[in-house]
C-alpha cells in the first residue's frame, strides 16, 4: 500500500444530476487520497460515467461540494479540471496516428520560441515524461500509428501527464490489453503514484483491483453504496455490493437435443491468422470457442459472417457448404454476429434505440420495399426493448446516451428481428458489468432453448465455462482440446496456454 497524508486529494461530498426526468446521480460521495488508486467500481448504469464527467469537468454537478486539496473547488468546464491538474485517459487510445508522439503530447498547446514551435523543447519534455513511464526516449520522435495498443495508451498518459496532472482517471484502461501489456499498465500506474499522482481507476475485470487499487468506491443506483479498503473485500462481495443481491455461481443444467450439426466449420483456416479449425454446433446447443488474447479465435468469428473470406476449409450449414461472401450475404444464410467492438462494428452512436435494431431488416420493415413503415419499426422496437429488459425513458433514446451493457443489448436485439439459424456471438459481454453479464447470458440461453445454434467467441474464462455446453480451445490459431461444462478454470486454462503439452 502507499503512503497517505491526512488531507485528501479529492473529495465529493452529496454530488448530485440529473438529465431531463433521469436522474443519473441522487447523493454520492468519494474521497481520493494522494499518491493512491481508487477503483471506482458498478453495473452499467449505476452513475459512475456522471460522476467521472463530473470530476472530468464534461458535465456540471447540479448539487454537492467538491474540495481539491483541502480548498473548495468549482468544475464547471474541462479547462477548470485541466487547471487544477485533472486529467482522463479513455478506454481507446483518442491520437491521431499520423503524427509523432511528441506532436500528439502538444497538440493545440504547443510550445513555442521566438514565435516558432520549440521542437526540440517539446521532444526533450516527452523524453521526461516517456522515462516516467518507463518507455524509451527515442519514442518522442515515432509516429503513433506504428506503436502498438499499449503503448498509444502510455502516450495517452504521457499526453495526461505533461499538463502536471495531481488526479489521472483511467477510463477502463485494460479492456483492449493482453496480460502482458496490463501487467506494463500497472507498473506504470505503480510509478505515478509513487510520485504521488493520484489515480482514479475504472473496471468491470474486478479481480484486477485486487493487484492495483488501495481502495474501492461502489456505486449503485446513482448512489455511493461506502468506500472499502480493497484488502477487506473480495471480488464475489464487491460484487454483491454493485446489484445489492446474490449472483448464482451454479449454472443450471441444460438438456442439450440429439440432431446433426447446424453448423459445421470443417479444417477451416485463413492464412497468417488461423488454420485447421473443427467446430460443429447442433441445434439448441450453445459451443464456446476459448482462446487467449492473440490465439486466432476472434478472426474466426469474423470468417463465418463474411467479413472475412477463409482461404482454406469449408463452412457446412445444415448439411449444405456455404461460403458467406459478405454480411449481408450471411444474414441471409441464416448467420448472424454480434460483434466483439460493438462502437466501432456494431453501433450507429448519435441514432435512436428503433434506428439500431431495424438497421439491416429494411427489407423486413420497409413498405413496398422503398419506405419504411416507422410504426412497424417502432412495433418491433418496443416489443425487443420488452424481451431483453433494456433501460431506457422510449425508443427514440440514442444509442450514445445508453450503458455498455443495454447498448450490448440493442446491438444483439438486431441480430434477433429476423430469427437467425445459427447466432454467433463475439465477446458478448465485454465491458459490460456483473448484473448486465447474467442478463446476457440468460438471453442467450432462451435462444438456444428455442432452438438456435449458438457459438459463443470469447476471452473469457469464466463466460465459457458459465454459459457453454461445450468448450473448443483455441491455441496457436488452432482448436485443441475440448471440454463439458464441469471442466475446471485450471485444465482450460493449461490447455489454452500450452501446459498440457
Known sequence: MTETIDTPRLRLTAVSKRFGAVRAIQHADMTVRAGTVHALVGENGAGKSTMIKIVAGAVTADTGEIEFDGAPARIASTTDAIGLGIATVYQEPQLFPELTVAENIFLGREMKKNGRID????????????????????????????????????????????????????????AILTDAEIEVLFDVVRRLTASGVSVI??????????????EVTVMRDGRTIGTYPIGDLSVRQIAHLMVGGELSDERPHRQVPDGPAVLELRGLGRESRFHDVDVTVKAGEIVALYGLVGSGVSE?????????????????????????????????????????????????????????????????????????????????????????????????????????????KVVLARQLVERPTVLVLAEPTQGVDVGAKEEIHRLITELAQEGTAVLVVTSDLPEALRIADRIQVVRRGTTTDEFG?????????????GGTE
Open 119 to 174: 521542437w526540440a523543447g517539446q521532444n526533450a519534455r516527452v523524453v521526461e515524461l516517456l522515462a516516467l513511464l518507463g518507455l524509451p526516449g527515442r519514442y518522442a520522435t515515432a509516429t503513433v500509428g506504428d506503436l502498438s495498443v499499449a503503448e498509444q495508451q502510455q502516450v495517452s498518459i504521457a499526453k495526461a501527464l505533461s499538463g502536471d496532472a495531481k488526479v489521472l482517471i483511467l477510463d477502463e484502461p485494460s
Open 201 to 214: 481507476y475504472i473496471s468491470h475485470r474486478l479481480d484486477e483491483l485486487f493487484r492495483i487499487a488501495d
Open 300 to 408: 474466426i468469428a469474423a470468417c463465418i459472417y463474411g467479413i472475412d473470406r477463409a482461404t482454406s476449409g469449408e463452412i457446412h450449414l445444415n448439411q449444405q457448404r456455404v461460403t458467406p461472401r459478405n454480411p449481408g450475404h450471411a444474414q441471409r444464410l441464416g448467420i448472424a454476429l454480434l460483434p466483439a467492438n460493438r462502437k466501432v462494428e456494431g453501433m450507429f452512436g448519435f441514432q435512436s434505440i428503433a434506428f439500431n435494431i431495424s438497421a439491416g431488416h429494411l427489407k423486413l420493415l420497409s413498405r413496398f420495399g422503398v419506405l419504411v413503415d416507422r410504426a412497424r419499426e417502432k412495433t418491433v422496437a418496443t416489443d425487443m426493448i420488452k424481451r431483453l429488459a433494456v433501460k431506457t425513458p422510449h425508443e427514440r433514446q440514442p444509442i450514445s446516451a445508453m450503458s455498455g451493457g443495454n447498448a450490448q
Open 485 to 497: 461444462p464441469d471442466a475446471s478454470q485450471v485444465d482450460l486454462l493449461a490447455a489454452a496456454a
